[in-house]
């Protein structure tokens, strides 16, 4: 079946704009998670979506980040006033209540 | 908080040979998940290799096994008759039974396979 899809793949902006980014989970995985890959930091959790559940945001850095999911499916990630250190790869993974997280190919995002 | 450690930030392996790729990582749960990932250049995650901390059995996937220490905490993979195409990064991570699940990963090792 189709995996975890994410878009765009790369995305580059200028400092100050916002970005969004979308994830398409897996059909029928109530589970999202979104992570950042930075070559600082490493990978960071950032926020997780379970069902209606309200999401968990612990994971993210300031409150320029929010995300959302919509219908229980599609998830999009914002990042407002975006910063230079806002570059880096954002994964998206969904799973069903037990399983292994399964992952998008990520979006590489730029700020110039 | 959870703690996954790779020593490794690289390593290399002649085709056809063996590897082993180090994990150690810190908690004071008893029941959890740990996996290893793989991400090629095309950054896609791929799930490589599960163990549950309860089964004492080491888990296997074909060419890549685990060897699971619980006492130690430490969780390496075994690459057997290296392939090219498996040059990537690769990532361990953790899952305890926090409410979300979400995965600690260690800081990543690069394997390059030479011809």
């Known amino acids: 079946g189709a995996g975890v899809s994410q878009s765009p793949s790369n995305k580059v902006t200028e400092k100050g704009k916002d970005v969004e980014l979308r994830c398409d989970p897996i059909?029928?995985?109530?589970?999202l998670y979104w992570y950042r890959q930075s070559l600082g930091q490493g990978l960071e959790f950032l926020i997780y979506?379970?069902?209606?559940?309200?999401?968990?945001k612990s994971g993210l850095p300031s409150d320029r980040f929010s995300a959302e999911r919509t219908g229980g499916s599609v998830s999009t990630l914002t990042i407002q006033r975006t910063q230079q250190e806002d570059s880096a790869v954002y994964l998206c993974?969904?799973?069903?209540?037990?399983?292994?997280?399964?992952f998008g190919p990520g979006t590489r995002l730029l700020v110039l | 908080a959870q703690t996954v450690t790779q020593s490794q930030p690289e390593m290399s392996v002649q085709e056809a040979e063996t590897v082993t790729l180090s994990c150690t990582y810190d908690?004071?749960?008893?029941?959890?998940?740990l996996f290893w990932y793989k991400q090629p250049p095309s950054r896609q995650m791929i799930l490589v290799i599960r163990?549950?901390?309860?089964?004492?059995q080491n888990a296997t996937e074909n060419r890549f096994s685990v060897n699971f220490q619980k006492a130690a905490k430490s969780f390496s993979l075994k690459i057997s008759d290296s392939q090219l195409g498996d040059a990537a990064m690769y990532f361990c991570?953790?899952?305890?039974?926090?409410?979300?699940?979400?995965?600690?990963f260690g800081g990543g090792t690069r394997l390059m396979v030479k011809p």
């Open positions: 979506f379970q069902g209606n559940s309200a999401p968990d």
């Open positions: 163990q549950e901390a309860y089964k004492q």
């Open positions: 991570a953790y899952r305890g039974n926090n409410a979300g699940n979400m995965l600690t």
């Open positions: 908690t004071s749960e008893s029941d959890y998940y």
């Open positions: 993974a969904s799973k069903t209540l037990w399983e292994t997280q399964y």
């Open positions: 059909s029928g995985h109530t589970a």
